[in-house]
């Protein structure tokens, strides 16, 4: 809850000031560059090895060679010296609710309507929170005419997960299949990074409500799932 947050944040704004802090004198004696703002880079190191809850098992590989992977990455980076490349130019890919037209069925709008409100608030409050009533108040629809599109709470879950990795994977095939040709591999996964991003922070009710809400689903939902974050 909010309020447990509240009451929360003191012991987080108090390690991650440890974080900044180290940032920042390593900036100061010259070890990192200037132009990097020490709370970014403390929530991007931070992020990254807290997701890793999410798929490390400690009993396949010692957590030391995960911890020397990831500081070789965040302080030596992934090129070799020299490899440089500008960003493949990012796409502009609409969400299909903005793009109704005028002939677009209204079974189909609600529908629409429906998932993307439950996206929402499945990404802002977690799976339990987004409760039907909830979902049918932000699509502005009667609770129960959810049903006449969706047999269940879990069946909206499951398409809003699904076309979460489905946005992501189509933007990449379609940014890689637009590579400008002498492209090197550094602009490729520059633009792959920049894909990624702005579904997720900038297009992605659903993505994030996917990468938020992955971990916490049943076993049998994430079964279901794992083929399309496999591919």
């Known amino acids: 809850s909010q309020e447990a947050r509240n009451r929360h944040r003191p012991l987080r704004r108090d390690y991650a000031g440890m974080w900044d802090g180290m940032f920042a004198q390593a900036q100061a004696e010259g070890e990192i560059r200037e132009d990097l703002s020490p709370p970014a880079l403390r929530r991007f190191t931070l992020g990254a090895m807290n997701y890793t809850v999410e798929w490390f098992d400690p009993r396949r590989e010692p957590v030391e060679s995960l911890a020397a992977t990831l500081s070789d990455l965040a302080l030596d980076g992934i090129c070799r010296d020299g490899v440089r490349g500008a ?17 677009r069925a209204k079974a189909e709008r609600t529908r629409e309507a429906i998932l993307h409100a439950a996206a929402r ?13 909830a ?28 076309r979460g990795l489905r946005d992501l994977r189509d933007d990449l095939a379609a940014r ?3 590579t400008p040709r002498g492209a090197d591999h550094r602009a490729r996964i520059a633009a792959a990074i920049d894909g990624h991003l702005r579904r997720l922070l900038e ?14 689903l049943s076993a049998e939902l994430r079964a279901r799932h794992r083929p399309i974050r496999a591919d």
Not at 136 to 155: D, L, N, R
Not at 203 to 216: E, V
Request: net charge negative; charged share 25%; hydrophobic share 40%.
């Open 203 to 216: 297009q992605g009710d659903f993505t994030s409500a996917n990468i938020r809400n992955y971990g916490r």
């Open 135 to 162: 979902i049918a108040a932000e699509a502005q629809v009667e609770a129960g005419s959810i049903y006449y599109h969706f047999p269940s709470k879990t069946a909206i879950l499951e398409e809003v997960l699904d």
């Open 121 to 133: 608030l499945i990404r802002d409050r977690g799976y339990t929170a987004a409760t039907l009533r």
């Open 87 to 103: 960003p493949v130019p990012a796409l502009a890919l609409e969400e299909g609710l903005e793009a109704e037209g005028p002939g």
């Open 176 to 178: 890689m299949a637009r």
